[in-house]
């Protein structure tokens, strides 16, 4: 697994602006290479704060919204347009300006959905639209996202994998279900390690004060089981995009002082 590297911005606003920039410029390319990209959202104030600054960016229409599959990397299990779930927070965010293809918007299914209240069998019926979905070059039964985003928790949990909870020590299944989460609402969708690690780029995104003491513990080599974020990492590149705040915690090794 490749090492993650970090990048600091001064506040969470300029993280924001920059994390929109920098997934513009990937879109395009991947758009470019292989006629369409692919990106994981992830919910979460700062995953939000990214999606509200790509709808503010001057340049984000260069992407071409018609050939982008978007994919969640969790869901809290609600009713359709729940104010909590994440694609609602999303589509006010970002997705309801923007003329995407409604194919191609992958929303996990909802608490009153096709498969009713059963958040297994809705976990089950979203890993069975990855695995159609995921080319002869997939590394995994699902697509081979271009980049998949990560909010990381005060608790270093990413997606609904949440420390020493079952999901969490997922080797098989690429989605399951989350019964008994920490943070409300209890049950929850999330893709596992598994799935997360099958794409290109994995993004943790981190802002404020809150979240420096889990980017420290999980950069400073613990285990995935007690700190998930640990065990996010993606095939090419592993980036964790940070601010200050989230970075004041983070042993002098990997984050030394700016030169005077
Ligand atoms: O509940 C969730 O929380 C995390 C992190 O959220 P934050 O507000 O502390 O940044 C998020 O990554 C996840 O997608 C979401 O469901």
Not at 110 to 129: K, Q
Not at 205 to 221: F, N, Q, T, Y
Request: aromatic share 4%; charged share 20%.
């Amino acid at each position: 697994m490749n090492t993650p590297q970090l990048v600091v911005h001064h506040d969470k606003e300029l993280m924001a602006q920059a994390a929109a920039a920098r997934l513009i410029t990937k879109v395009v390319d991947a758009q470019t290479s292989r006629g369409s990209a692919s990106v994981v959202l992830t919910g979460g104030r700062n995953g939000n704060g990214l999606l509200a600054a790509l709808a503010a960016a001057p340049a984000r229409d260069a992407i071409d919204w018609g050939r982008l599959d978007l994919w969640w990397g969790d869901e809290r299990f609600l009713p359709e347009g729940d104010p909590d779930r994440n694609v609602t927070q999303a589509r006010e965010a970002l997705l309801d300006a923007v003329p995407l293809d409604p194919k191609r918007v992958h929303a996990m299914p909802a608490s009153d959905g096709p498969c009713g209240g059963d958040v297994d069998a809705a976990a089950a019926a979203y890993a069975e639209e990855l695995a159609a979905a995921a080319g002869p070059e997939a590394h995994a039964p699902v697509p081979s996202f271009d980049v998949l985003m990560l909010g990381v928790g005060p608790d270093t949990h990413v997606a609904s994998l949440f420390p020493e909870l079952p999901a969490v020590r997922e080797t098989e299944r690429t989605v399951v279900g989350v019964h008994g989460a920490p943070k409300p609402p209890p049950t929850r969708v999330t893709l596992t390690l598994p799935a997360i690690r099958a794409a290109r780029e994995v993004w943790l995104l981190a802002a404020g004060e809150d979240k420096a003491r889990a980017a420290a513990i999980a950069l400073s080599g613990a285990g995935e089981v007690q700190a998930p974020a640990a065990g996010a990492r993606g095939r090419a590149r592993t980036l964790w995009l940070l601010d200050d705040a989230a970075a004041s915690q983070l042993p002098r090794s990997l984050y030394p002082p700016a030169s005077p």
